[in-house]
Structure formats: C-alpha cells, structure tokens
C-alpha cells in the first residue's frame, strides 16, 4: 500500500473535524513567516495535513 491509499481525505472529514484542524493549523502558522502568496499558503496547509495523513485536494 503506498502513500496516498493510507491517507484521509480532506473531504471524508466531518465539519467539526476540518474546523478543529484549521484552528490548529492556524497555531502552527504563528510560528512562520509570513506570507501574502496563496500557492505558499496553500502549500503549507498541504504539507501540514499530509504529515498527519490527510489528503488535502490542489488546486484544480
């Protein structure tokens, strides 16, 4: 099994779910640097989901 098939998907996620993990993630970004580029931000949240294994969808 690889990767992508042990991931959550973003969308599979109940709202109270998504809305606890964008607060959180939220908190993570008071650590970086800011930025005013969607993609970046964008990129971060991706990366962020993925790392607790959840699969958030791009930009189609």
Not at 16 to 30: K, M, P, R, S
Not at 31 to 45: A, M, N
Request: net charge negative; aromatic share 6%.
């Amino acid at each position: 099994m690889n990767d992508a098939e042990q991931r959550t998907a973003w969308s599979s996620l109940a709202k109270d779910e998504q809305t606890a993990l964008l607060i959180a993630f939220g908190h993570h970004l008071d650590g970086l640097p800011p930025t005013c580029s969607i993609d970046v931000k964008e990129q971060r949240l991706r990366d962020w989901l993925g790392q607790r294994g959840i699969d958030y969808p791009g930009a189609g």
